[in-house]
């Protein structure tokens, strides 16, 4: 499955974003599907991840109730809305495919997206 991010940008501290991340392929709905970041100068990490339908959903501990990550199967798009934005969220955001909810969370992706900058300023 091929992955394409969209959304970033320049935002101010404490506006909202959309990102969005469009499939290629037909397997979309049979994968699992996340974010990740990565900051200048950091390892990359994970964020959230949701299930093949939707109905599974899981946070780093350090986004929870600042992002929400949602699937839309007949658009094959996954989405992470993130409010509340701070400098700290500067980074280059990824979405990536994976088996599983638990797997994505362990780092096991089976696809990639190129990313997407945001940029937060203070």
């Known amino acids: 499955v091929q992955l394409q991010a969209s959304g970033g940008g320049l935002v101010q501290a404490g506006g909202s974003l959309r990102l969005s991340c469009t499939a290629s392929?037909?397997?979309?709905?049979?994968?699992?599907m996340g974010w990740f970041r990565q900051a200048p100068g950091k390892e990359r990490e994970f964020l959230s991840t949701v299930s093949w339908n939707g109905v599974i959903t899981h946070y780093a501990d350090s986004v929870k109730g600042r992002f929400t990550i949602s699937r839309d199967i007949a658009k094959n798009t996954v989405y992470l809305q993130i409010y509340s934005l701070k400098p700290e969220d500067t980074a280059v955001y990824y979405c990536a495919a994976g088996n599983s909810v638990d797997q994505l969370r362990a780092g096991g992706v089976v696809s990639w997206g190129q990313g997407t900058l945001v940029t937060v300023s203070s």
């Open positions: 392929g037909h397997t979309f709905s049979s994968y699992a």
